[in-house]
């Protein structure tokens, strides 16, 4: 058997980004979490970092290495979104306050030393939020960013427009400026948008998957998701609620499942009226050098079958 890939997951707990963590935790014989990189956004950076330990110790694995890192966009006020996620931003189920700590060192920190240390081109970065945590490292050691094995984050959006305002996704509006920077910085990027994650869609025969699996983790996955279906469902008019964060986790286990084109990506920093838009070249109908692989479609029965399967080890 291979070694585990070795991964930094950066994130902003949400009910998805738990799920894409517990997805993680789940496999370890694929995937090494070397550390959570907590970051503001769904809810404020106190919750966020909490929220990750909570997760941390629903999986059983009180011993993964929890850092909390920015507090705010890099340039802007911070934008959470609530209203999807509830006040804690893990609303749904009820879960005990973690007892494990939360790691002493900044979460920027912890990203550059281990950059710094794992043999180059050996450690993937896995931003389920806003990405300022990210930018910051990379703006801070520049020696880094071609270090990194790949980014494979959640966020943006283009034929689905956006989800926060008409043309941005969450993650992306709400700090452009650091997004700007990591989809600058020459490192492998995949991107799940919108475009893909709204194909991931949370049905109740899949939900009752989770809820089936008679476990802890699986009726805490299963509230979640029911949680935030509440909002998403009335929204979009659909059949259930995208799961969009454990697009990120399926695809580094199981990246058959996706399928994108690599082509160019720039982030909207300037406009007011479409502040945070990704705009893909999906057409190719720039010179511009493609720097991100934008992922447009998902097998999503594989991806519900993988994640149930999955979460059924923990
Ligand atoms: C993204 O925004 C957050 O609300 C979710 O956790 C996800 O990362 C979707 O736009
Ligand atoms: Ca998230």
């Known amino acids: 058997m291979s070694t585990p890939r070795k991964i ?10 738990a799920v894409a963590i517990l997805l993680a935790l789940a496999c370890p014989d694929e995937l090494e979490v070397l ?11 106190a919750l966020t970092q909490k929220n990750a330990r909570i997760v941390c110790e629903l999986a059983g694995k009180p011993e993964v290495r929890v850092f909390a890192g920015c507090d705010a ?21 009820v879960l005990p306050d973690p007892v494990m700590q939360l790691e ?47 980014i494979v984050l959640m966020g ?19 700090d452009p400026d650091a997004a700007k920077i990591v989809f600058e910085a020459g490192a492998p990027i995949v991107v799940m948008p919108l475009d893909v ?11 009752d998957a989770f809820r089936a699996l008679g476990t802890p ?63 893909a070249d999906w057409w190719r109908v720039t010179e511009r050098k493609p720097n991100a692989t934008f992922i447009g479609d998902v097998d999503a029965d594989g991806f519900f079958a993988l994640l149930t399967e999955r979460l059924a080890r923990l």
């Open 104 to 150: 002493s060192q900044h979460a920027v920190d912890f990203i550059i030393e281990t950059l710094r240390a794992e043999p180059s081109g050996t450690v993937t970065l896995c931003p389920l939020g806003p990405l300022t945590n990210v930018a910051k490292a990379f703006d801070q050691a520049p020696d880094i960013a071609a270090r990194v094995q790949e």
């Open 217 to 279: 983790v699986g009726l805490a996955v299963a509230e979640m998701t029911d949680f935030f279906e509440r909002f998403d469902k009335e929204k979009y008019g659909s059949s259930g609620a995208p799961l969009h964060d454990p697009c990120v986790t399926a695809y580094l286990l199981k990246p058959e499942l996706f399928t994108g084109r690599h082509i160019n990506v720039e982030i909207e920093t300037v406009s007011e009226l479409t502040l945070g838009m990704t705009v």
């Open 35 to 45: 550390g959570i990189t907590c970051v503001a956004g769904n809810v404020p950076l």
């Open 8 to 17: 930094i997951i950066d994130t902003d707990p949400g009910q998805d980004d």
């Open 156 to 174: 943006g959006g283009y034929f689905e427009g956006g989800n926060i305002t008409p043309t941005a996704e969450f993650n992306i509006y709400v």
């Open 73 to 93: 966009p890099l340039k802007r006020k911070l934008v959470t979104a609530e209203h999807v996620h509830g006040k804690t931003g893990l609303d749904g189920p």
């Open 197 to 207: 994650t709204h194909k991931a869609l949370v049905t109740k025969p899949r939900n």
